[in-house]
């Protein structure tokens, strides 16, 4: 998987690809290009075979801005209907690479994350904060509706529907705390934690069955969709194909002997 990113930083290192944006004096706002470099590298990271979990970091003592204002939000006051949804399109477009990119993704949100910055925290798989960490899906406090990359249909699955509503409605930040008990943060750590926090959790992943998360991750996207029927189905099937894997053979193998399983992702 590339590393030689222009938009944001990426270091990859023992399966883990470590990524942020890197605008730090301005709080790491997202522009055009840092919104295209990273679909693309979200797309991309379907085909890539060393990178098995992303931690997705902040920089700077903050997540993310969002939309730059005057990069972003300024130009698209002057644009057409046409270009305005092309511009929506593509960000819409960076959820859904990494909701389809295979690999687990962890948020390690710190300070400031707003904006498109929540919508990347909510599209993660797992999400850690530090305590001064403030999450607000602030759409209409500019003019817009809440409904934006998706918010409305994945913020009710984390955190129910009316949590979500109260969020998108007013616009309001959602502290560390707050976040940790609806559910939306897996755990608050506290700053100078954080990174190695989610390194560990990372570290945690790739050590175990990668193709087996990679599936993991598939089945918890597309099962949104499904019914119960469906969905038991769906996974009877992914189940059956795993089980056809080296990695299930190393595990019971290893619990013969008493050991733990190394596992090679295939």
């Known amino acids: 998987m590339r590393s030689d990113v222009e938009h944001f930083q990426c270091q990859i290192s023992d399966g883990i690809a470590f990524i942020n944006l890197n605008r730090p ?21 379907v085909y890539a075979d060393d990178v098995h979990a992303v931690v997705f970091g902040s920089n700077g003592g903050n997540f993310s801005s969002g939309g730059d204002v005057h990069d972003i939000i300024g130009p698209l006051t002057k644009m057409s209907m046409k270009e305005l949804l092309q511009f929506t399109r593509m960000t819409g477009d960076l959820v859904k690479a990494m909701i389809h990119c295979g690999k687990p993704i962890i948020a390690a949100i710190d300070g400031i994350c707003v904006g498109a910055g929540a919508i ?33 249909a994945i913020l009710p699955r984390i955190i ?25 943060f897996n755990t608050v750590v506290q700053a100078d934690e954080l990174e190695t926090a989610a ?3 990372a570290k945690r992943i790739v050590a175990g069955p990668t193709f087996a998360n ?3 991750k598939t089945m918890l996207a597309q099962e949104w969709s499904m019914t119960i029927d469906q ?15 080296n990695d299930f053979t190393r595990a019971y193998d290893a619990f013969v002997a008493k050991e733990k399983p190394v596992f090679g992702g295939d």
């Open 120 to 152: 990347i925290a909510m599209a993660s798989d797992l999400r850690i904060a530090s305590p001064t960490a403030k999450v607000a899906f602030l759409f209409n406090r500019v003019g817009l509706a809440g409904c934006d990359m998706g918010a409305c």
């Open 160 to 184: 129910g529907q009316g949590r979500a509503a109260e969020l998108l409605y007013l616009g309001r930040s959602m502290g560390a705390d707050e976040g940790e008990r609806w559910g939306f």
């Open 25 to 45: 004096d301005r709080k790491n706002p997202l522009t055009f290009d840092s919104y295209a470099e990273l679909r693309d590298w979200f797309r991309d990271l």
């Open 199 to 201: 390194a560990d959790m």
């Open 214 to 216: 990679s599936i993991t």
């Open 231 to 245: 969905a038991i189905e769906a996974e009877a099937q992914a189940q059956a194909l795993c089980m056809q894997g």
